[in-house]
């Protein structure tokens, strides 16, 4: 699924059929790109939007769209009882 090595990274030609808007496709690449190598990150909504040039609710919607749609696992993370950003998981097509 997801093998980084230096500048790219690979997403599978299934993600074609998935029927994702541009704006999940792209939230989606940058999940996928960031994530460790069990598909895992937690960069925050912020910084998700910003990355991906789009504004905070859309970059929201498109979350909610790809959890819906089970190619990532959203899980909210706490440190010390406060609330911290989520885990991403991108699950294998």
Not at 51 to 62: L, P, Q, T
């Amino acid at each position: 699924m997801n093998k980084q090595n230096g500048n790219f990274f690979l997403l599978p030609n299934k993600i074609f059929d998935e029927g994702l808007t541009p704006m999940e496709f792209v939230v989606y690449s940058f999940l996928t790109s960031k994530g460790d190598a069990k598909g895992k990150n937690y960069y925050s909504v912020p910084n998700i939007a910003k990355y991906c040039g789009m504004c905070e609710n859309s970059c929201r919607k498109a979350i909610r769209n790809l959890s819906e749609k089970g190619l990532i696992v959203v899980s909210e993370r706490y440190f010390d009882n406060a609330r911290q950003s989520n885990l991403y998981t991108v699950l294998k097509l």
